[in-house]
């Protein structure tokens, strides 16, 4: 019998993939650069399953069913392309190859019409959930080319995580669109880790409580709205004692890494002109946390003046509850607003509520807040920001005021919390109905002549002043973002 599907790329997550696919009934061909890797996958973590080795490209599309479905779990970026350029002459037209990495979308919307060209289905798919995930239901984002999803629907849902019996995998849309809303969620997830820190931060040098402490914090807000698995890997991480049975986690060293995907969020959102604030700034913050020997050195330089808290320390703790859930509302609102403008730009029909599910389960930012986005984008399909869904308006107003005590908090003890505090400029201007843009134009107006709108004349319709007597009569031309 001739297997459903072949992976290549057996690191972590395409092992895991393949013993989920085998555990579902699929029957798996693997393959491998590293050919020793196949065999000692099939001697090892695969024995007794119905996996099967390949040591060649030819080896493994000859082992597979009609259509042929081949999935690449390597690298993104160039050894993507390395594969289906290899792949290309072993295959035939109907054939599908699937790239289950965190590849940019811009290149799955390119290997979609280069394939779609050559007669061959591409998938590109956002794969979350990491190691466990991967093994035991990750969520995944299909998009491509819709032709391939029939064939591929069952092995992927069926191995998906489920909630509420739903898959957490549903097509997301045509071209680059499945790898654009991973790209989407890996932005976020930077964005609920920054803000897990500087709560974490807040606490320990803001209220100087004890790891100890802040685990039994986490452990408790882990059952409330902020219930999710980040917040309750935290709470695991501040438990883990090293083997002198201290935190282990004052022994890590503060330079956060990153792979890229927070940052091509970011960049994508200057290209869009979204406010993606909290994302980019939780980017930065990463940035910031690297330059440990200039932080180290400013330290010395630049001391901060001792300033304690002396309030009362378990409002303090439930205001930092609430600065942590505002923030992440602000968060995903701005993420979904960011996918609405992509959507419209590259004529992607995403559906949100879908998407919210997707990320429900299996993935890395998955949480019970998620179910909340799904029933408000389920009321309201067309919904401009979630904070206008009377669920989150409601969340935002309770948590308003804890918020703000939480910020200024933090400003007065000298811990930088900068997605806490910009998420909070984001709402206030958010709901400002008149920002000072208005002067804004008024100064590219006078030193360049840019022009600007009249409140009291209809939009489109673009003034000049001679701010200074001495000017030209002629306007630049508007150049808007
Ligand atoms: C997932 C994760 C994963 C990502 C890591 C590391 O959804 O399973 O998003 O895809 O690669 O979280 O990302 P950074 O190295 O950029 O932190």
């Known amino acids: 019998m001739k297997a459903n599907i072949g992976l290549i790329g057996l690191a972590v997550m395409g092992q895991n993939l393949v013993l989920n696919m085998n555990d579902h009934g699929f029957k798996v061909a693997v393959y491998n650069r590293t050919t020793s890797k196949v065999d000692d996958f099939l001697h090892d973590a695969a024995k007794g399953t119905h996996v099967i080795g390949a040591h060649s490209l030819e080896e493994l599309v000859d082992k597979l069913e009609s259509p042929r479905k081949v999935m690449l779990m390597v690298k993104a970026g160039e050894v993507v392309d390395l594969y289906i350029d290899h792949l290309l002459p072993l295959l035939s037209p109907g054939d599908i190859i699937i790239d289950g990495g965190n590849s940019l979308y811009s290149d799955s919307n390119r290997r979609t019409a280069y394939l779609k060209e050559k007669g061959i289905l591409f998938i590109g798919t956002g794969v979350s959930g990491g190691e466990e995930g991967a093994r035991h239901g990750p969520s995944i984002m299909p998009g491509g080319n819709k032709d391939a999803w029939e064939a591929v629907k069952p092995i992927f849902q069926a191995i998906s ?45 803001g209220l100087g409580l004890s790891v100890d402490e802040i685990q039994g914090i986490f452990a408790d807000w882990n059952k409330g709205v902020l219930d999710s698995y980040l917040v309750e890997i935290t709470a695991n ?8 049975d201290q935190p282990l986690i004052d022994s890590i060293l503060d330079t ?8 091509w969020t970011g960049i994508n959102a200057l290209d869009m002109g979204i406010p993606l604030t909290l994302i980019a700034e939780s980017v930065f913050a990463r940035c910031l946390s690297a330059q440990k020997d200039d932080r180290v050195k400013a330290a010395q330089h630049l001391p901060k003046k001792a300033s304690t808290f002396n309030g009362d320390k378990q409002k303090m703790v439930d205001a930092i509850h609430d600065a942590l859930y505002a923030s992440k509302i602000i968060s995903y609102a701005q993420g979904f607003q960011l996918m609405r403008e992509a959507a419209s730009e590259y004529r992607w029909s995403l559906n949100y509520g879908e998407i919210a599910l ?4 299996g993935c890395i930012i998955r949480s019970q807040f998620l179910g909340n ?8 399909p ?44 984001y709402f206030d201007g958010y709901r400002t109905a008149r920002l000072p843009a208005n002067l804004l134009q008024a100064q590219r107006d006078y030193f360049g002549a840019h022009t600007y709108e009249r409140i009291d004349r209809p939009r489109g319709e673009f003034f000049h002043t001679d701010w200074t007597g001495h000017g030209g009569k002629t306007a630049s031309t508007t150049y808007t973002v």
Request: charged content about 20%.
């Open 358 to 361: 997707m990320w429900r389960g």
């Open 256 to 263: 956060a890494g990153q792979k890229g995907t927070g940052k």
């Open 237 to 244: 991480i501040l438990a883990y004692k090293d083997e002198n």
């Open 161 to 205: 995580a489920k909630v509420d019996g739903a898959p957490c995998c549903e097509w997301v849309g045509d071209n680059g669109s499945g790898h654009y809303v991973k790209m989407v969620h890996n932005g976020i997830e930077y964005g609920d880790m920054q803000l897990i820190c500087e709560a974490y931060q807040l606490l320990r040098e």
């Open 373 to 380: 986005i799904k029933q408000a984008f389920d009321a309201n």
């Open 382 to 425: 067309e919904l401009e920001s979630l904070l206008l869904a009377d669920y989150f308006a409601e969340a935002m107003s309770q948590a308003d005021a804890g918020w703000r005590k939480a910020v200024i908090q933090a400003i007065e003890l000298n811990v930088p919390t900068p997605a806490f505090s910009s998420a909070l400029a």
